[in-house]
């Protein structure tokens, strides 16, 4: 007989109580993001028919041009999460600064803060290749009623409360953590509802998948090009493969599925890493660790990184355990 379909909705209902500080606010707040995601993706999927693509003309904090969808993506998050008055301060890739919410309310009582990317791999869109949303979710330090402070958005990954993102592909799916698993929900574009698809979803403890930019290859630290000749030789029956779309949400989703490990390390082009810590890796890892592997940028955990500024990159090494921990070896030894 065929399984009820539950929907996102009922399931953020049914699960409320198995959250340490059941409130539910962080309730009211994955409802808002599921309803943003809606409604970005009803105008991702529409890029190629529109003329929305393409340089909005603004150039974000890290010096790149932002696309038409990015700005989008960025206004329909900042305006739900606002609108709904549910969290108290939101930090995004896109703005230079994080915003306070209810700063002159002093009666309000939202302790959430939201941290998002919200299209990431944006450079993607054009050639109508997936891009996603990532989000992380944190329990403001600050008293409550008072203005956050930039306190509150540099906490340790490993104080995120959930964290999540949508992935814009074949199909749309939202996959997030509230510290109890991994499940993902794939969206119903005939009736817009998410569905449970990917109930404790798990990265594989071994896989065959690397995914890297090898155009950057020399520009490697050591460890990270033997790591990859170790994937490469044909010795001791170790069939890897080569996969990497550009778009960290989708290559992090495959490899969740599959078995893979993702790899952005530093190099002269980026002497830190590429990718945000607070934006990307924090939530990426808070996902991995929650599904059976592990984030790291190359040393140490990528949860216990103290961050010091909002924009900061790291190296980010993330996927299932034995591969990420092999690629670690090699680091060490190199
Ligand atoms: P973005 O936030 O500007 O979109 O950059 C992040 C993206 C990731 O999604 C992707 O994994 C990586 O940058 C790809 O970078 P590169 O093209 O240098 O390989
Ligand atoms: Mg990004």
Redesign the pocket.
Known sequence: MAQKLQTLGEFIIENQSSFQYSSGELSSLINSIRLAAKVVNHEVNKAGLVDIIGAAGDTNI?G?DQQKLDVYANDKFIQTLTNRNIVCGIAS?EEDDFICINSQDENHQNKYIVLI?P?????NIDVNVSV?TIFSIYRRITPVGTPVQLEDFLQKGSEQVAAGYVVYGTSTMLVYTTGDGVNGFTLNPAIGSFYLSHPRMEFPVDGNIYSV?E??YFDFPQGIKNYIKYCQKEEDDRPYTSR??????S?FHRNMIKGGI?M?PQGSKNPKG???LLY?CNPMAYLAEQANGIASDGFKRIMDIQPTELHQRVPFICGSKNMVEKAEEFMRNA
Do not use: A, F, P, W
Not at 244 to 249: A, E, K, N, Q, R
């Open positions: 890290q790149e890739e990317d299209l990431d791999g944006s450079s996603g930019n155009g950057n990497y779309i550009g778009s960290l949400v290559d993702y952005y590429k990718l945000r990307e």
